[in-house]
């Protein structure tokens, strides 16, 4: 069976306004988002700002966040190069009427498409339960790069992952070698690579980067255990055992981009 796999993309072309639909456990009393914050866009340190303050100075390429606790609301993110003065001139790149819901659990990359330009998508994290000796894998395509397989062992458990798209995996805890490869070729993008699936916890694996520099960055999340009636020890595999459990429900997040804003805009110079 092949893994599950799952695309969350801005809404039509870059410059197109329209929603997302994100999938999330259920919002709880809290009024407040887990959001992380990954800089995939080589050679180029930015600051990050949210609602027209700085958020992130300085953040360097293949930098993730910890996770921050944010108020539910909506944001209006933008990307400045690192040496430019505070919030002028003309973004990167930005996005308008970001939702961030209360009780969701996300990750937004900053990132290159396959063929090479500046993007910005909003990943749900999958937070819920994991069974007992288990560990969520969880691949992310978000390299300047055509389609790639990814591999355990040398064999291939995620075949033909486009970019912005992820595919998840459960699999017993332990420790996997993997590699990414040119889609069904044996050329090697990206590894070998040690993984620990540490049972319970979501694994999130971003292949990122432009040719000539791609990497691997990596993000767990903790605490996803369910109820042990034992945990068995040995080597993960990466062998899809099915479809994952469902999100709960589904938060729709009306206006990536704000009517009349614009989606996600580029600037190739400053102002």
């Not at 969350?8 to 407040?32: E, Q």
């Not at 919030?87 to 990132?111: D, I, R």
Request: charged content about 10%; overall charge negative; proline content about 8%.
């Amino acid at each position: 069976m092949s893994p599950t796999r799952t695309s969350l993309r801005a809404a039509g072309a870059l410059g197109a306004a329209g929603a997302l639909v994100l999938l999330a456990t259920p919002a709880t009393a809290a009024d407040t988002a887990t959001v992380s914050i990954l800089h995939g866009v080589p050679d180029t340190p930015v600051d990050v700002y949210a609602n027209g303050e700085r958020l992130l100075d300085d953040f360097q390429p293949g930098t993730l966040t910890d996770p921050l606790q944010l108020p539910a609301g909506s944001y209006d993110l933008a990307l400045f190069p690192a040496d430019a003065a505070d919030g002028s001139g003309t973004p990167l790149l930005s996005a308008n009427g970001v939702a961030v819901p209360a009780g969701a659990n996300a990750t937004v990359v900053a990132h290159l498409t396959a063929e090479g330009q500046p993007a910005l998508t909003p990943f749900v994290n999958d937070t819920s339960p994991v069974p007992a000796g288990q560990a969520r894998v969880t691949v992310r395509h978000v390299a300047a790069a055509p389609a790639v397989d990814v591999r355990a062992g040398g064999q291939v458990v995620v075949p033909g992952l486009e970019n912005p798209d992820e595919a998840s995996l459960t699999v017993p805890a332990g420790t996997v070698s993997a590699d990414v490869v040119v889609a069904g070729t044996d050329t090697v993008a990206i590894g070998p690579a040690d993984l620990t699936l540490a049972e319970g916890a979501t694994t999130i694996v971003y292949a990122w980067g432009a040719e000539g520099g791609y990497d691997l960055a990596v993000q767990t999340i903790s605490g996803a255990h369910s109820a042990p009636s034992g945990v068995p020890g040995g080597t993960a595999g990466l062998v899809d055992d099915g479809a994952l459990p469902a999100p709960v429900a589904a938060l729709s997040v009306i206006g990536l981009v704000a009517a009349g804003a614009g989606a996600l805009r580029l600037a190739r110079g400053r102002a």
